[in-house]
């Protein structure tokens, strides 16, 4: 598909961000601008949608450099200046702005239409939770969060004569031979060893930064803050609690049963920490590709056969040159799709080194990217500022939908039925960590002034809870008491978490519906992916054919189905 950016009608087409003084002048129009009559108003709304747009867009491409290359410290400096020098000056006029948006006849009159009263909504709940104390330490948090991705990017280890990734030192725990697993893990645990306190004290600085955020803003704790500030109008810090309960209770024995068939295949009482990854049968690793360019013309192979558009969305990108896939050093941990409103056509990145995860990867991320074409003529930049429920929703959805397209990277049936196997079996291993990770979360700022020892010993707790108690961590307990540190999320984005997991659940229903009937189900998945951000979330899963439920009763019922699609694969 053929796609430029939208011709500006507010804001110059050749701004260059380089001073505050070049977008003070817009902000200064929109809030003295007389508005008289209610296409005034609606045209006003317009520009504050083409503005907001711009500096999206202008920040996530400083973003994207950075990431790309964590060495450069012009890219770096780039960044920094955009969160240092123009975000906390952008947030007061942003505040104005809202206020004289609210104080409109013209807003009432707008709440009729559903798109705009969930807009409105989330406006108001920004109003409620400014404070101007607040934004130079929101400016703090933004440019210190970014070194947990410094510090993670500078990992790597030596490996036969060679200097490489974490990312691609982890494809060796997978190896058959357990001297070469063993040998790695140790190395990886010992460069992990070198940043223990680091970590730890990036997160005592984040964590008495997020406390003091909370409090300006009438809070006790930042848990209450951030769930407020995240938008969460759907549901509540109990119905986390229950979740989390609900995981320990029904897929934390499914779990325990996959890896105790697993353990006995290997020949062993007890997992040591490098045998998680193997496969038990002594299978050699999974490779569905050795290049990004393998991975990328199989992916857009798939997508087209899964349905046409979804295919001509990743082959625009790879036109655009919207796509870095392959790990290499220097390069920020981990994989995104990062929206770009003005012109709607996001951006992936992913540190690829030839394995089955990274398949996942791509298709998760093409998931989202999906979500951004079908959602890019929505006429208002905050319609399309997805809560991550939606957002993942998408992404996790697009993992099964493609699974029966699969066989593009695997031509072996058995590798094929592995690769699925594997799947499968990794939803029901990740939603206890999703579900850990989301409990840790709430301890840690509930309980603000806990010591980075009881910060580790908190976490081994949770992880007895949520494990299966087939790892002996014997000579390694230090890795596992910070194995937290990780999680980007826990520095870069507190509390997105549980988001995965509540569309984990909605994704196995998508999936099922195409089961029983594809085109209605894809269909479905399109339509609700449309909405972008207007209308209710559990609107949106209903649009998409499922219920927006994670009680015990449906994760029971979810669970069994991936059981059974388990069987049919053995």
Not at 504 to 529: M, T
């Amino acid at each position: 598909m053929k796609i430029t950016k939208p011709k500006r009608t507010f804001v110059a087409s050749d701004l260059v961000i380089d001073a505050w003084e070049k977008i003070e002048k817009y902000y200064t129009n929109l809030l003295e601008r007389d508005i008289s009559e209610k296409s005034e108003f609606e045209a006003w709304l317009k520009d504050i949608s083409e503005l907001e747009a711009i500096l999206e867009e202008d920040m996530a491409w400083r973003y994207i450099k950075m990431t790309i290359n964590t060495k450069d410290e012009t890219l770096s400096k780039d960044y920094t200046f955009f969160v240092t020098e123009i975000q906390p000056k952008l947030a007061p006029l942003e505040d104005q702005l809202n206020r004289k948006l609210t104080a409109s006849p013209f807003t009432e009159d707008l709440k009729s239409d559903p798109a705009y009263a969930i807009l409105f909504r989330s406006i108001e709940n920004a109003l409620n939770l400014y404070r101007e104390e607040n934004i130079p330490i929101q400016a703090e948090l933004a440019e210190e969060s970014q070194k947990f991705g410094a510090l993670s990017a500078a990992q790597s280890i030596e490996h036969e004569g060679e200097n490489i990734t974490m990312q691609k030192a982890a494809l060796y725990l997978k190896e058959t031979d357990e001297a070469i697993r063993k040998d790695v893990f140790e190395k990886m645990g010992a460069r992990r060893r070198e940043d223990f306190d680091k970590f730890d004290a990036l997160f005592d600085s984040l964590l008495k930064k997020r406390h003091q955020v909370a409090l300006n803003a009438g809070f006790e704790n930042f848990r209450d803050y951030k769930l407020q500030a995240m938008g969460r109008f759907d549901y509540s810090v109990q119905d986390c609690r229950d979740f989390h309960q609900s995981v320990k209770s029904t897929i934390v024995p499914i779990v325990r049963q996959i890896q105790q068939e697993r353990l006995s295949k290997l020949g062993k009482d007890k997992f040591k920490p490098w045998d998680l990854d193997v496969d038990p049968e002594g299978k050699l690793p999974l490779k569905p590709f050795k290049t990004g360019a393998e991975l990328l013309s199989g992916s857009i192979a798939m997508f087209n056969r899964v349905d046409p558009y979804f295919g001509d969305c990743l082959a625009t990108m790879s036109e655009m040159g919207h796509l870095d896939l392959e790990s290499k050093d220097g390069k920020s941990p981990g994989g995104y799709n990062y929206p770009l409103y003005e012109i709607g056509v996001p951006f992936i990145f992913m540190n690829a080194v030839g394995s089955h995860r990274d398949l996942v990867t791509m298709v998760h991320e093409g998931g989202h990217a999906v979500h951004s074409f079908l959602s890019r003529e929505l006429e208002i930049t905050g319609f399309k500022s997805l809560p991550s429920e939606v957002a993942e929703l998408a992404s996790m959805s697009m993992e099964l939908l493609t699974m029966d397209q699969w066989q593009e990277f695997y031509s072996n049936e058995d590798d094929l039925n592995r690769a699925k196997k594997e799947q499968l079996e990794t939803i029901l291993r990740l939603l206890p960590w999703i579900a850990q990770v989301d409990e840790f979360q709430h301890w840690l700022y509930e309980n603000h002034q806990h010591s980075a020892e009881e910060r580790h010993s908190y976490w081994v707790e949770l992880s007895k809870q949520y494990g299966t108690g087939l790892t002996d961590w014997s000579g390694y307990q230090d890795l596992q008491r910070t194995s937290w540190q990780r999680q980007l999320h826990i520095f870069e984005v507190p509390f997105y978490y549980i988001e995965y997991g509540i569309a984990q659940l909605g994704a196995l229903g998508v999936w099922k519906n195409s089961l029983e009937d594809k085109p209605k189900a894809i269909q479905q998945y399109k339509n609700a992916l449309k909405l972008g951000y207007t209308r209710s979330i559990p609107e949106i899963y209903a649009e998409a054919g499922v219920k927006f439920d994670f009680t015990e009763a449906n994760i029971t019922s979810l669970a069994s189905f991936v059981q059974s699609e388990l069987d049919a694969l053995k």
